[in-house]
Structure formats: C-alpha cells, structure tokens
C-alpha cells in the first residue's frame, strides 16, 4: 500500500512536469533487473527485521558501501583506490559501534542474518543499476517507473494478507502512513537518485550508514529516549569515514 500511494505521487508530479512516462527500449531490460532486485530488497528487509534484531540488520547493512563498490567496480562504472576501501572499513565500524551502543541484543539467527546481508546487497545492486540511467531520465521518472514496476509483485506476494488487513486504524495511524509515504518513500528517493548522479553509488552508499545514527538522535528528540557515548562515538567515526572518503571515484580505463 505504502509504495501504491509513492508510485501514484510520482506519476502525477512527472506527468504534470515531464508529460512523459517513457524509457527507451535499450534500458527496458535494465529497468527489468532493477525492479527484481528491488522487489527482492523490499522482502529481505522486512522479512529480516522479523526474523532478527533491529540491531543485527543495522550492523548488517552497514557493509551496503562494501557490495556497492564491488558491483560498480564489476560493473565497470567506478575504480576505488585504498583510501576509499578504508573509509568503508571506518564506516562499517561506526555503524557497530552505533548498533551496539543501542543496547540492543545482536541475533544469531541465521535466516534473518543471511536475509539482512543480502537487503544490503540487493539495495547496492539497485543502486549501482540505476546510476546509467540518471544520465538519460530524472529522478521523478525513474522514481515512477520503479515504484509502478515493483507494485506488481509487492501486490501479488501481499495479496492475501492486504485481503485480511482492516483498514480502520484511527487517525494518528493514517498521519505515520502518510509520513512513511511522502519522507522515506517519496522525498527520499528523490534525494538518493541525485546523490547517485552526483557522487556515484559508492559514496552515497557511506551517507547511508548513517542512518541509525540518524534514527538515534531522532529517538532523542522525539521520544525522549538516551543516547549512549558509544552512539556518540560511532556518529564521528561514521562522519570520519564520509571525509576520508576520496570526493570523486576514479574513472574505469577503457578496454583498448
């Protein structure tokens, strides 16, 4: 439901501003595979948070710039020097130190471990994926066709729980509903889309460990809840981790 009411957003937007849904048939195929493995992330996520901690997934995604410079790097969209390659070592450190700073309890549960890595790795598939086509679309189009795309196995995987789901969840429920459309789905994915076009996959990749520290000093804000040292501490090695990184990715040689 939640990407849906995203897909219908972005439609609208790109049609009133662009007039136009259309990709090129030389990307169909490409727009194929990222739409398999997007809907793939979406079930590694969510079926990872039941199976495992919140703590274990956010420890877990924090190899995200890991696969995404492998799969860039395979790919032939970016080379990474050392410097990049220890920036994501830091980053990864920060994102444990924030996890276990959160005194929650890492799991060993090797299902819901195994689905949590490979949400980190479906997303750094997505990502490395879409980077070719920022060059042709917008990220409203590309946005729109995706979430139209994935709305179609998400429907028919949810379709029998969507059948029992009751709709009368009272208003505060709607207003989080809302929110979960327009800041993660809507606004965000505008926000990734262009930092992959301006800094490539891999680095917008270290920005994205930072979101359970992000989460953390929300949680202080909002709901009153602690912040650790150790969060603390894992914030500047994360921040570290961003600056060490080199501003630009090297560019792959050509074959001849």
């Known amino acids: 439901m939640r990407y849906a009411s995203a897909a219908v957003v972005f439609a609208t937007i790109t049609l009133a501003w662009e007039g136009s849904l259309r990709i090129g048939r030389a990307e169909i195929g490409l727009v194929g595979g990222a739409t398999v493995v997007l809907f793939l992330n979406q079930l590694c996520f969510i079926y990872a948070l039941r199976f495992t901690t919140a703590t274990t997934v956010a420890l877990l995604f924090g190899t995200l710039p890991v696969f995404t410079a492998l799969l860039a790097r395979g790919a032939g969209i970016e080379r990474h020097s050392v410097r990049f390659w220890g920036a994501a070592l830091v980053s990864f450190g920060g994102v444990a130190l924030v996890a276990l700073g959160s005194g929650g309890k890492l799991s060993t549960d090797l299902k819901g471990d195994a689905l949590a890595v490979g ?57 989080a509903f809302a929110f979960a459309v327009v800041g993660p789905l809507v606004l965000t994915n505008l926000l990734w889309f262009t930092a992959i076009d301006r800094v490539g996959p891999s680095r917008a990749s270290l920005f994205a460990n930072l979101q359970p520290f992000l989460a953390a000093i929300i949680a202080l804000l909002a709901l009153s809840e602690k912040i650790t040292a150790v969060q603390v501490a894992g914030g500047v090695v994360l921040a570290a981790g961003i600056v060490l990184a080199p501003r630009a990715p090297q560019p792959v040689p050509d074959a001849d």
């Open 119 to 175: 949400g980190a790795a479906t997303w750094a598939a997505y990502s490395v994926a879409v980077a070719p086509l920022m060059r042709r679309y917008s990220p409203f189009r590309l946005s729109s066709v995706f979430l139209l795309a994935v709305c179609v196995p998400l429907f028919a995987v949810g379709s029998r729980q969507i059948a029992d789901q009751h709709f009368d969840l009272g208003t505060g429920v709607w207003i």
